[in-house]
């Protein structure tokens, strides 16, 4: 609320008085809504009729190991994997989720339930600020959540979490936890997506997971998948999900065929379209443009710096090129605000994530890349106006 912001103003000698109350804008959660103004102009060709005899029965694909799986997702979302190069589906298991957090969950579960001892469960900061809460909100005897990976010495069988591209900071990574017996790694491929980062390999671990949302924008279907290679693994991740919920949503799994096909068919199918209309390379260049502005907003007001990234050759593209995060990891080098960059922000208008959440200090700032353009140019207006120390025009 505004009295809230009031408050946080007046708290903080360095902005208290110099602007007029104003309503903060969202950018802590990463809700995808920069890819809405895309599927809004594909009008209808990626409409569903769902008749009311359509999808009633629980099951899938009866014979499968997900039998929950409608198999026309499942070959959507091998053929993306196949036009993006960026993993490797052949001979393994599809597994499809509610969002990839229910996939995490399932991956805790498969990894520990037979186990005499606990799972740690680990991953190195910054991490994504929901893997401590998806561990341990249970406070399983399964599973525990043991934080940091890079201080991790416990013996016993471990799951490093490896976020890639990282959430919140955008880097390449690979585990930091020494292998031994009984030790795993889930990779956590949200963001290995064309729009976001340049596709250097086909990734080709044990366990991956993707999400929907990421990938193309639709949050809200709560679909996300994982790619198994071990086949006991990936029956006792499907075994979970048929006691939580008897399976995934027919209906969302139904639009997400859709939407994967109508990407595919952009690239190689009957629809084929202009280079520039093509949703990765739509995608890449919003990104690119966003981030070019953001930068140059830190560069001028030289209160935050923000990590660099190299262009790499990209598989997909064929080409170099550059890494575009689907959040701004900033850090906040001066003021006296320094130690709580997210109050910092607040006072601004600007409603982001601080450091703590993601397991460092509270000088980071997360802040959500992938709002819709108006809440994107307001950001920026805001972020502008802490450089010029003074009102600016919202
Ligand atoms: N993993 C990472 C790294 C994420 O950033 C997110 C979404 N913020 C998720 C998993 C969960 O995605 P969803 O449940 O929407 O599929």
Redesign the pocket.
């Known amino acids: 609320s505004s009295s809230s912001l009031d408050q946080q103003k007046n708290d903080d000698p360095g902005c208290a008085g110099q602007h007029p109350p104003v309503s903060p804008i969202s950018l802590d959660k ?1 809700d995808p809504m920069i890819f809405e103004e895309y599927w809004e102009r594909m009008g209808d060709k990626c409409d569903l009729r769902i008749g009311g005899g359509d999808l009633m029965s629980y099951l899938s694909n009866p014979g499968g190991v997900c039998w929950f799986l409608l198999p026309q997702l499942e070959e959507s979302i091998r053929r993306i994997h196949s036009l993006v190069g960026n993993a490797a589906t052949q001979g393994r298991y599809i597994v499809v989720g509610t ?3 229910q996939l ?1 969950q399932t991956v805790l579960y498969a990894l520990s339930s037979d186990s005499p001892h606990p799972l740690s469960v680990v991953c190195a900061p910054p991490y ?1 600020s ?1 893997y401590p809460e998806l561990a341990g909100i249970l406070k399983s005897e399964l599973y525990k959540w043991e934080g940091d990976a890079h201080t991790f010495n416990k013996d016993g069988p471990f799951l490093e979490l490896v ?1 890639s591209p990282n ?1 919140p900071d955008g880097s390449i990574r690979g585990p930091v936890v020494r292998p031994r017996a009984g030790g795993h790694v889930m990779y ?1 491929l ?2 290995y997506w064309p729009q976001f980062t340049p596709i250097t390999h086909q990734a080709d671990h044990d366990i991956m997971i993707f ?4 990938s193309v924008g639709h ?1 809200g279907s ?1 679909i ?1 998948w994982a790619i198994v290679k071990n086949k006991e693994i990936a029956i006792k991740m499907v075994k979970l999900i048929e006691v939580l919920s008897i399976g995934v949503s027919k209906e969302a799994q139904l639009r997400a065929t859709k939407i994967l096909g109508a990407i595919c068919d952009g690239y190689e199918g009957s629809l084929a379209m202009p280079e520039s209309d093509k949703f990765f390379d739509y995608f890449r260049r919003i990104m690119a443009e966003r981030w070019n502005k953001l930068r140059e907003v830190v560069k001028k007001n030289q209160v935050f710096s923000l990590p660099e990234y190299q262009q790499e050759q990209c598989l997909f593209s064929e080409g170099l090129a550059g890494t575009h995060p689907g959040f701004a990891w900033l850090k906040c080098e001066k003021g006296e605000s320094k130690d709580d960059a997210e109050g910092f922000l607040k006072g601004y208008g600007i409603q982001a994530r601080g450091g703590h959440k993601f397991g460092v200090d509270g000088s980071f700032v997360r802040v959500s890349m992938m709002s819709r353009e108006n809440t994107f140019k307001a950001f920026l207006e805001r972020l502008s106006a802490i450089e010029a120390g003074r009102d600016s025009t919202y």
């Open positions: 990463g969002g990839s957090s995490v994504y929901c976020t959430n956590d949200a963001y999400t929907f949302s990421k949050a709560r996300g």
